[in-house]
C-alpha cells in the first residue's frame, strides 16, 4: 500500500514509551518501562507513535554507527512506514533513542530523543518503541536517525539519516520524496531553493507524478501557486527573464499534468512578459536583466523553450512566431561553438558570444529545439540539438569525462544551495526530450549511465544526492537534490 493521499484520519492516544530487549536479544520477559517519563503519542498514520517493534509488519536495518564500543543501529518497517532504535553491546544506564526531522535532515526541533529509554543489567541489547517516518495529516516528509549515550563516557552519537521505502518503492520515487522533504508547506516554495530554484525542483516534482504515477505529492503543485500568485510582481514574474522563464515551464509543466487553465494562463502571462525583455541590439534576442545588456544563453533558450510549448498547447500564432524568431536569432549569433557546445551568452557591448560552458545551456536549448520541430515539423531544429548533444555527451568533451560521466563547472565551486547546483536538471530533462523525439533513442543510454553512477556513488540513506554524480563531494541541499531527481525521472 502507498501512501497516495496525506488524508489519513488521525487517532490520537496516549501510550507509555516503553524500552524493551534489541532484535537481536529476544525478550525473556515482559518489557521494563523507560526512565524518561510518560508521554503521549503525537503522530498516528497507519499506526500511532510508540508501538511496541514486536508488532512490526518488516525489519530492515537501515544505518548503524558506533558509540564507545557500542553499536547503534536504525530498524525500518517499510510496510508499517515506522521506525525503532536499538544499542547493541549495552551497559546498564546507556540511553537510546531516535530522532526525527521533517526538513530533510537540518533540525529535529520538537523531534529530537523520541522514546528515550535507558538499558537495566542483564541485557544484551534495547530498543525504542517504533515511531512514524512522516506525519500524512500535515504532510510531513520526514527522516528518522538513531542515537545513543554511552553512561560509562557520555558520549552520544547518532546514526545518519533515513527512511522507509513509503513513497519510496524505486530509486526514482524515493529522490521525489527525499526532494519533498525540503519542502516548506507553509511558503510553498523548497527549503533554501530561491526563487528560480523552487521553480525547477517543483517542475522536477511535477515531471515525476507524471512518469511514475505516484500521486502523493501533486498537493505542491496548487499550494505552491496559491501561495506565491500575488508576491512581487505576480504571476510568477520579476526582474529576470530566465527566472520567469524557469516558472514558465513549471506551470506548463503542471498543466500537462493537470489540466487546469489557470497555470496555462500565468504560462502565458510569463511568456509575454519575457517578451518585454527582447531589443533589437545585437540583431534581437531577450535581455537577462531589465536595465541590462548581457544576453544569456539561458533566457533566450527558455525563450524558445517557452514559447514553442505554448504554441503547441495552445495554437496560438503569437508564440509561434516568437519560438522561431529566438530561434533565428540564437542560430546567428555564435552562441554554439565550433565544438558544438553552447556558450553562456554575449554583451551588447561587442555581441561577441563567450563565457562558460554549463550542461543547462546545452539541456533547455536541446528542449527548445526538440519542442520547435514538433511544433513546426521541420526537423532542422531537432538535428541542431542532436549536435549539441552529441557534443555534450562526447566522452572526453568540455562536460562528459572519459568514463562518460557528466561534470558541471560548478561543481568546482558551488554546493548544493547554490545556483550552479541546479544546471544539471536542464541537461537531463532536455536529453531525455530530445531522445524521446529520436527514432534511434541514441541518449538512453547515456542517461542511465549517469543515473547508475549517481544513485551507487552520491547518494546517501535518505535518496538526497551530491552535486557530483560520480563521487559524495558536497552536503545536500534543494539544487543537487532536483537535478538527481531530473535525472531519476529522465530514466525511470
Not at 524568431?325 to 551588447?348: N, P
Request: a neutral charge; proline letters at 4%; aromatic letters at 10%.
Amino acid at each position: 500500500m502507498r501512501a497516495s493521499s496525506w488524508l489519513i484520519p488521525v487517532l490520537v492516544t496516549t501510550t507509555s514509551l516503553l524500552g524493551s530487549p534489541a532484535a537481536a536479544e529476544p525478550a525473556t520477559s515482559p518489557p521494563t518501562p523507560a526512565a524518561a517519563p510518560v508521554a503521549a503519542a503525537v503522530i498516528c498514520n497507519l499506526h500511532c507513535d510508540a508501538r511496541d517493534p514486536s508488532a512490526a509488519s518488516g525489519d530492515r536495518i537501515a544505518v548503524t554507527a558506533g558509540v564507545s564500543g557500542r553499536t547503534l543501529r536504525l530498524h525500518l518497517s517499510d510496510g508499517d512506514a515506522m521506525g525503532w532504535a536499538a544499542i547493541d553491546q549495552v551497559r546498564p544506564g546507556d540511553e537510546v533513542w531516535l530522532d526525527r526531522s521533517f526538513d530533510g535532515g537540518g533540525s529535529w526541533a520538537g523531534g529530537s530523543r523520541l522514546g528515550v529509554t535507558t538499558a537495566p543489567g542483564g541485557v544484551g541489547g534495547w530498543r525504542t518503541q517504533m515511531y512514524n517516518n512522516d506525519d500524512w495529516a500535515n504532510r510531513g516528509v520526514g527522516a528518522l536517525r538513531a542515537c545513543g549515550r554511552a553512561t560509562d563516557t557520555g558520549a552520544i552519537a547518532c546514526t545518519a539519516w533515513a527512511r522507509t521505502k513509503w513513497n519510496a518503492a524505486n530509486r526514482t520515487e524515493a529522490a521525489a520524496t527525499a526532494m519533498m522533504a525540503l519542502y516548506d508547506n507553509g511558503a510553498g516554495t523548497f527549503r533554501g531553493a530561491g526563487w528560480w530554484g523552487s521553480a525547477v525542483a517543483l517542475s522536477s516534482v511535477i515531471r515525476n507524478a507524471e512518469v511514475t504515477h505516484m500521486p502523493s505529492y501533486r498537493y505542491a503543485i496548487a499550494t505552491t501557486y496559491d501561495r506565491n500568485v500575488d508576491t512581487g510582481r505576480g504571476q510568477f514574474r520579476n526582474e529576470f527573464s530566465d527566472d520567469t522563464g524557469w516558472w514558465a515551464m513549471a506551470w506548463l509543466d503542471a498543466y500537462d499534468l493537470t489540466g487546469d487553465r489557470r497555470y496555462l494562463d500565468t504560462a502565458r502571462i510569463a511568456a509575454d512578459h519575457m517578451h518585454t525583455f527582447w531589443n533589437g541590439a545585437c540583431g534581437g534576442g531577450i535581455r537577462w536583466r531589465e536595465g541590462g545588456t548581457y544576453k544569456a544563453a539561458i533566457s533566450n533558450s527558455l525563450y524558445i523553450q517557452v514559447n514553442a510549448t505554448l504554441a503547441n498547447r495552445t495554437g496560438n500564432g503569437t508564440y509561434r512566431t516568437r519560438a522561431t524568431a529566438g530561434w533565428s536569432w540564437f542560430a546567428a549569433t555564435g552562441l554554439i561553438g565550433g565544438d558544438g557546445l553552447v556558450r553562456d551568452g554575449l554583451d551588447e557591448a561587442n555581441c561577441a558570444p563567450g563565457g562558460t560552458v554549463f550542461s543547462y545551456n546545452q539541456g533547455v536549448l536541446m528542449s527548445g529545439l526538440t519542442e520547435l520541430s514538433a511544433l513546426t515539423g521541420d526537423p532542422a531544429p531537432r538535428a541542431r540539438a542532436r549536435q549539441v548533444a552529441d557534443a555534450t555527451t562526447r566522452p572526453g568533451s568540455a562536460l562528459t569525462d572519459s568514463s562518460g560521466i557528466l561534470h558541471d563547472p560548478p561543481e568546482g565551486w558551488d554546493g548544493c544551495g547554490n545556483d550552479g547546483a541546479y544546471f544539471k536538471a536542464g541537461l537531463a530533462r532536455g536529453l531525455a526530450e530530445l531522445d524521446a523525439a529520436l527514432p534511434d533513442h541514441p541518449y538512453g543510454g547515456y542517461l542511465d549511465r549517469q543515473g547508475n553512477s549517481a544513485f551507487s556513488r552520491s547518494r546517501n540513506a535518505f535518496d538526497q544526492y551530491s552535486l557530483s554524480w560520480s563521487a559524495w563531494t558536497k552536503p545536500t541541499g534543494p539544487g543537487c537534490q532536483a537535478s538527481a531527481l531530473a535525472l531519476m525521472n529522465a530514466t525511470h
